[in-house]
């Protein structure tokens, strides 16, 4: 017996085959499957996002405390302990400590000779670059090549529209460009 039973209900799925666009409905057997990545519709949910960034732009001093907890974890458990034993594995007693320097946050110059200091918590800094133009930049026009594979056709024309819209507003002149295609990553 494989341990999965003919009247179990699928999973609905969608999957792109390679080199192609366009979406196929698939069904997968929930008990050999598991989700990975995020979905087109998550990435776009700003409250999804927004709750992930606190998992993934973690402080150092969170981050430490994160895996100080996860190994205790690890620890605690004698079957994790028994399945790293017998791939010939081991946790570190603590976490190595590493000696480094924190930077002062960097300094955005602005074309009218303006400054403003970037947001070391939020690690961006496109709202001010939206506001204001570069000191200089190039016209950039449509003399431009995004490199792709097949799957990532719809990603590099979502890109090209994005910079025809957000160049002009910083000053730089970008429209148009041309998306090549490679047939494997």
Same mark, same amino acid.
């Given at each position: 017996?494989?341990?999965?039973?003919?009247?179990?209900?699928?999973?609905?799925?969608?999957?792109?085959?390679?080199?192609?666009?366009?979406?196929?409905?698939?069904?997968?057997?929930?008990?050999?499957?598991?989700?990975?990545?995020?979905?087109?519709?998550?990435?776009?949910?700003?409250?999804?996002?927004?709750?992930?960034?606190?998992?993934?732009?973690?402080?150092?001093?969170?981050?430490?405390?994160?895996?100080?907890?996860?190994?205790?974890?690890?620890?605690?458990?004698?079957?994790?302990?028994?399945?790293?034993?017998?791939?010939?594995?081991?946790?570190?007693?603590?976490? %190595?400590?590493?000696?480094?320097?924190?930077?002062?946050?960097?300094?955005? %110059?602005?074309?009218?000779?303006?400054?403003?200091?970037?947001?070391?918590?939020?690690?961006?800094?496109?709202?001010?670059?939206?506001?204001?133009?570069?000191?200089?930049?190039?016209?950039?026009?449509?003399?431009?090549?995004?490199?792709?594979?097949?799957?990532?056709?719809?990603?590099?024309?979502?890109? %090209?529209?994005?910079?025809?819209?957000?160049?002009?507003?910083?000053?730089?002149?970008?429209?148009?460009?041309?998306?090549?295609?490679?047939?494997?990553?």
């Amino acid at each position: 017996s494989s341990g999965i039973n003919a009247e179990w209900p699928l999973r609905p799925g969608k999957t792109k085959i390679q080199g192609n666009t366009v979406e196929r409905q698939i069904h997968l057997v929930p008990e050999v499957c598991y989700m990975t990545g995020l979905t087109d519709n998550m990435r776009s949910d700003y409250r999804i996002m927004q709750d992930l960034a606190q998992y993934t732009r973690q402080d150092p001093d969170k981050r430490h405390k994160a895996l100080i907890g996860f190994k205790e974890s690890i620890d605690e458990s004698t079957e994790a302990v028994n399945l790293l034993t017998s791939w010939g594995l081991e946790m570190s007693p603590g976490i %190595l400590d590493v000696t480094g320097r924190q930077q002062p946050p960097e300094q955005i %110059l602005i074309k009218n000779g303006g400054t403003f200091p970037c947001d070391a918590r939020k690690e961006s800094f496109d709202n001010i670059t939206r506001k204001n133009f570069v000191i200089s930049s190039a016209e950039i026009r449509d003399n431009f090549t995004v490199v792709c594979t097949s799957k990532d056709i719809a990603a590099a024309n979502t890109f %090209l529209e994005t910079v025809a819209k957000v160049g002009p507003a910083c000053g730089i002149e970008i429209r148009g460009g041309n998306v090549l295609e490679i047939r494997s990553d």
